[in-house]
């Protein structure tokens, strides 16, 4: 898994999934599955965190879809939930060393609240 520091690339999802992600379902910008995607009102998606620091990057020009240029209103931009869905229910390993547990990315909270091999940080 790539490690991101704060305010960089990537935003979307660095798991080890057990199947291979299709490409519709893959953030044009940062090239993992969609975190929190977003739609253009050209039909392009992307992750709401890569979208908005390609606009930071962009200062003072006009905004413009990464994929295809045409020009974009943020009134155009909206969240994406029936992708958000169809990313969350994807089968992923527990990134845990040792441990076999695959389940939805929805569910890797849940399971690492719990994850016998979960590492532990002492304070």
Known sequence: MAVASRNRLPFGYDE???DAV?????????HLPFKKP??????????EECL???????VGEPL???ADWQTLN????FPDKATERKVLSLNIRCP?????????LR?????????????????
Do not use: M, N
């Not at 908005?52 to 962009?58: A, I, P």
């Open 16 to 18: 080890d999934f057990v």
């Open 22 to 30: 299709e490409d519709e379902i893959v953030c044009l910008i940062c």
């Open 38 to 47: 977003v739609q253009t009102g050209c039909g392009h998606r992307f992750c």
């Open 52 to 58: 908005e620091e390609y606009f930071r990057r962009r």
């Open 64 to 66: 413009t879809c990464p």
């Open 74 to 77: 943020r009134e155009d931009i």
């Open 96 to 104: 845990s060393d040792g441990c076999e547990w695959t389940g939805e």
């Open 107 to 123: 569910y890797k909270e849940t399971h690492l609240a719990s994850c016998p091999f979960r590492d532990v940080k002492w304070r």
